[in-house]
């Protein structure tokens, strides 16, 4: 152990929204029981890239004991699926599913994945994921299967990925419509990618 700068997660302030997640790049956050939490002292590397995506304030940098960062330690994280639910298409997910009660969706379009080389590490972990395509598919459908979704899973929050192109961003309104035909408050987060797979935090885009 040697004291060194390492973040820290106020847990009574973070509500798990999950945007600190993708913002680090060693993979050393991961939603955990509805909060944020650091997986391992040795996947921190204490430079705070994760301190300016949480809109709670929650994260901070403090020094204390820890355990060296380890870069060997890091990189296997990058290499496993971080995939919990099956199906992944918005329209084959059935509202009832057990993984979404209560949950924080990952509302993906489809292009993410192929775009963002580390897809799975920075945003998988903790969520459920639904996948959809917001220019070739029925909107309309999607509005609908999402808001039987919210109704009977009862979300605790969306968080929308898409790529940077005009006609990506449809998804975010289609979770929009959906939170607003069912009159819920629950958040809905907005994360984009961009045609060179490079995340670009987005201010939150809450109800």
Avoid at 81 to 87: G, I, K
Wanted: proline residues 7%; charged residues 15%; hydrophobic residues 45%.
């Amino acid at each position: 152990m040697i004291r060194r700068n390492i973040i820290e997660i106020d847990e009574t302030k973070c509500d798990g929204c999950g945007l600190c997640v993708p913002a680090c790049e060693e993979g050393a956050i991961r939603v955990v029981g509805g909060k944020a939490r650091v997986v391992s002292d040795v996947y921190c590397d204490g430079l705070g890239a994760c301190l300016g995506h949480c809109p709670r304030g929650a994260i901070s940098i403090v020094q204390r004991a820890a355990a060296p960062f380890d870069h060997a330690a890091v990189a296997p994280c990058h290499n496993h699926s971080r995939l919990a639910n099956w199906p992944v298409q918005l329209q084959l997910i059935p509202p009832t599913a057990s993984y979404l009660r209560g949950a924080d969706l990952l509302l993906v379009a489809d292009c993410v994945p192929p775009a963002c080389a580390d897809f799975h590490t920075r945003f998988l972990d903790g969520r459920p994921v639904a996948i959809a395509c917001p220019k070739l598919d029925n909107t309309q459908a999607y509005v609908k299967k999402l808001s039987d979704i919210i109704q009977t899973a009862q979300l605790r929050s969306i968080t929308v990925v898409h790529m940077e192109v005009p006609c990506c961003t449809g998804l975010l309104h289609i979770a929009q419509a959906a939170v607003r035909h069912v009159g819920a408050t629950i958040p809905v987060h907005d994360a984009v990618v961009t045609i060179r797979g490079q995340f670009v935090p987005s201010a939150a885009a809450c109800l």
